[in-house]
């Protein structure tokens, strides 16, 4: 079993997709080993995105990420970390995501991309160390 980070951003929120992304999380057969709903402060979105940092769209992100309440949570089960990113989708929800996916079925912006997954066991242990200390 594994563990992977799970984030329903601002723009999947304030949209009402919470449920429809737990839900699609549940039937894939992934559990949750944490779960909350929280505004993120600004040093937190930076240390998340830190590969980011300096590319043209960090500050964007950043302010769009620590904008509104977020969803964060630690979902596990077999190759977790693969198989949320294959429910999530490509980062561009229309170039890359494909029909069937969150972002294929719910995007259309890559800044507004609904969700964020870890991509490597390395970011998600880095990632809920800095989510979820405690856990
Ligand atoms: P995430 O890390 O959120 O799961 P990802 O791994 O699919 O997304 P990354 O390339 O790591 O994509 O980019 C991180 C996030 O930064 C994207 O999800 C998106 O919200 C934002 N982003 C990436 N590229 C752009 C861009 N060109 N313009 C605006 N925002 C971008």
Do not use: C
């Not at 769009?64 to 999530?88: D, H, K, S, W």
């Not at 490509?90 to 969150?102: N, S």
Request: net charge negative.
């Amino acid at each position: 079993s594994e563990r992977t980070l799970v984030l329903v951003k601002p723009d999947g929120v304030s949209r009402g997709l919470v449920g429809e992304v737990i839900s699609r999380i549940e039937r894939k057969g992934l559990g949750l080993a944490a779960l909350e709903l929280r505004t993120v402060d600004r040093a937190t979105a930076e240390q998340h995105y830190a590969e980011h940092d300096g590319k043209p769209f960090f500050a964007d992100l950043v302010e769009f990420i620590t904008g509104g309440p977020l969803v964060a949570m630690v979902v596990e089960g077999t190759r977790a970390i693969a198989a949320f990113r294959q429910l999530a989708g490509g980062t561009d929800p229309v170039e890359k995501a494909t029909p069937g996916t969150i972002r294929g079925d719910f995007g259309l912006e890559v800044q507004f991309n609904l969700v964020h997954g870890s991509d490597s066991p390395e970011s998600a242990e880095r990632e809920i160390k800095l989510w979820f200390p405690n856990l």
